[in-house]
């Protein structure tokens, strides 16, 4: 596995009396932490069995995690994910996702590593409504507010989470210093996600 330079924490050495309460609130979330505070070991995925049926394109949301952007008082129009079906292939791109709630709140404002985990969780939710997970990302581009301040705290938090998944190879990736839609907002992820789709692999 891709090894990465500098002395970032493994998620298994996280101490619990070190987290704020919304870092456990989303480790927990996220299945990284169990509702006792035990690291739980992520259990293997069967490949076959993650993807289905394709069509065309088409939106994709997860509501019970991540507001529509269209149900703003004032509605944005974008979608949180396309779902592309390309042949024997299906890509999906991952719209700018932070931490924000099934109400289109900012959740966690000021902390910045719980946004970091909170928005792992919004994109890990998009994914997997489309039978994807982690091991399908083949890009992400990173917003911070403030890249100067924040980016040792978002390679720490990144790292513990790729190195939890198992990720390798790790998705190429971007990180750029904006200024994001609220100024309450500290992190912005997108993603780009490609894998076989199930009925077309099986005919192959």
Partial sequence: MAQCVGSVPDVTTLSIETLSEGERQELTALGILSKSGEITPLTPRDPGARHHVAVQCR????????????DYAKPSSFSRGL??????????????????DEEGRTIHPGDFRAQCW??????????????????DI??????????????????EVRTMFFRWLGLDPLP????????LCREDLLVEIEA?????????????
Avoid at 83 to 100: K, M, P, W, Y
Avoid at 138 to 155: A, P, Q, V
Avoid at 174 to 179: D, F, S, W
């Fill in 59 to 70: 939106a994709i949301s997860a509501p019970a995690v991540l507001n529509e952007a269209y």
């Fill in 83 to 100: 779902r592309l079906d390309l042949g024997t292939f299906t890509l999906l791109l991952i719209s700018g996702t932070a931490s924000v």
């Fill in 118 to 135: 909170r928005t792992y969780r919004n994109i890990t939710e998009l994914l997997t409504s489309e039978g994807a997970y982690w091991n």
């Fill in 138 to 155: 083949i890009r992400t581009t990173c917003y911070l507010r403030d890249i100067e301040r924040d980016y040792k705290d978002f390679n």
């Fill in 172 to 179: 190429a990736s971007t990180g750029i210093q904006a200024r």
């Fill in 192 to 204: 780009m996600a490609l894998f076989k789709n199930k009925n077309n692999s099986e005919k192959s």
